[in-house]
């Protein structure tokens, strides 16, 4: 089944604590990017990857970081997070192009 | 700079109403736009895009260049369709989406 994942599904941490959400897909898409939304702010995006060894920021990619060694993988790593991190966040991959994005089930973020 | 306005925050209508949800873009290139729908506890899924001009679950948007402009309407609302709508625009051909705030709809029978 073609699927996004996103694990965990829920993390509460605490302030400063360093943490990695992860994200697979096996579509074998390029585009790979993360999101989190926040009630009135819709979705924004963070970082988002053309490839392989490709990334860029987002609108906001402040207090994040993302790495792409692999096609499949996207993990999305807080080196030291904050209660302004709490948030839902996706994951989403797509073909090059203007194709339909795919997104993962969201992890639900909460930094105390 | 590239824009998505959704101006309705909650839209609550009545089940056999009509119901359209209000997008509007900013871009000078040419734009591709897309709706994407969120039902409760689930996750964000493509509902409709403007280039394959088709209704999907009884919706329907027309992009208009003119006003840019690509509202969401569908003649009578189901409680089915109770969720959060986001408009999304595609800017690039990496695939780059930028999204609305997005608009609750709740349909009450």
């Known amino acids: 089944e073609a699927q996004v994942t996103q694990n965990p599904r829920y993390l509460i941490t605490v302030t400063g604590k360093k943490l990695t959400v992860t994200c697979s897909q096996n579509m074998n898409h390029e585009y790979m990017s993360w999101y989190r939304q926040d009630p009135g702010l819709g979705l924004r995006q963070i970082y988002y990857s053309m490839n392989v060894e490709v990334t860029d920021k987002g609108d906001v990619p402040e207090g994040y970081k993302v790495s792409r060694k692999e096609k499949r993988n996207f993990p999305l790593i807080l080196e030291s997070p904050s209660p302004n991190q709490t948030s839902l966040y996706f994951c989403?991959?797509?073909?090059?192009?203007?194709?339909?994005?795919?997104f993962g089930p969201g992890t639900r973020l909460t930094v105390t | 700079a590239q824009r998505v306005t959704q101006p309705e925050k909650l839209l609550s209508v009545f089940k056999g109403a009509p119901v359209e949800l209000k997008c509007n873009y900013s871009y000078s290139g040419s734009p591709e736009l897309f709706w994407y729908v969120q039902y409760s506890r689930q996750r964000l899924q493509l509902l409709l895009r403007?280039?394959s001009r088709e209704s999907i679950k009884g919706f329907t948007a027309d992009l208009n260049k003119g006003e840019t402009s690509f509202h969401l309407k569908k003649p009578f609302a189901q409680e089915e369709d109770s969720a959060m709508y986001y408009c999304?625009?595609?800017?690039?051909?990496?695939?780059?989406?930028?999204f609305g705030a997005g608009t609750q709809v709740v349909v009450t029978p």
């Open positions: 999304a625009l595609g800017t690039d051909s990496w695939g780059k989406l930028q």
């Open positions: 403007h280039i």
């Open positions: 989403a991959s797509r073909r090059t192009g203007n194709s339909e994005q795919y």
